[in-house]
């Protein structure tokens, strides 16, 4: 089975001085790096993921803003596609499914932000389009929400996603416990 990895809005706007910081982002970004690498490593696909908001009221990812661009930490080589979107579901009106295919790939390895929308969103839709799929949970972020006037802390929201997601829709790891899978790579499920 092939794999590809699968990076989802790691971009400027997410990180200190954009519009909709997130918590620990920097940490997630540094994971999301380590696995990428490896991926260049064994020269296997990469797909880059970028949101790019088109709403009327959209106050982040907005285009020929610095703030949609991926940011440094994880940018695109010659070769590796991005794919842009407009929805949570990196799936939805992109050519992500059938880049996919057009590789052979069974397997995805997935990172990225926000665990409690896009992460979320795309891992269940690639589940649904017969994927396996590996969230490597300490190479995703999210934000602080709000409901029913409290505040949900970001670590609480992004436990609650990375549990939901666990079963039956992913494998859900680190990233020391992902690298720790050499020579195998991956544990394949």
Not at 16 to 41: D, T, Y
Not at 84 to 108: A, M
Not at 168 to 177: E, I, L, N, R, S
Request: glycine share 8%.
């Amino acid at each position: 089975m092939s794999v590809g990895l699968v990076l989802i809005d790691i971009q400027n706007d997410y990180f200190p001085g954009g519009r909709m910081e997130l918590v620990e982002v920097e940490s997630a970004a540094r994971n999301a790096a380590k696995i990428l690498q490896m991926f260049r490593h064994r020269h296997l696909p990469v797909f880059h993921i970028k949101h790019v908001s088109m709403r009327p009221d959209a106050s982040f990812f907005l285009p020929g803003t610095p703030g949609v661009n991926i940011h440094d930490s994880v940018t695109p080589s010659a070769g590796e596609p991005v794919i842009e979107k407009q929805f949570p579901n990196s799936f939805r009106g992109t050519p992500l499914l059938d880049r996919l295919k057009s590789e052979g790939i069974g397997k995805v390895i997935i990172c990225g932000a926000m665990s409690h929308m896009c992460v979320d969103a795309t891992t269940r839709a690639a589940f649904d389009f017969g994927f396996s799929c590996t969230v490597i949970e300490d190479g995703c972020a999210t934000r602080d929400l709000q409901f029913k006037g409290e505040i949900v802390k970001a670590d609480k929201v992004h436990a609650a996603f990375m549990s939901a997601l666990s079963a039956p829709y992913a494998k859900v790891m680190g990233t020391a416990d992902f690298i720790k899978a050499e020579p195998g790579f991956w544990p394949i499920t």
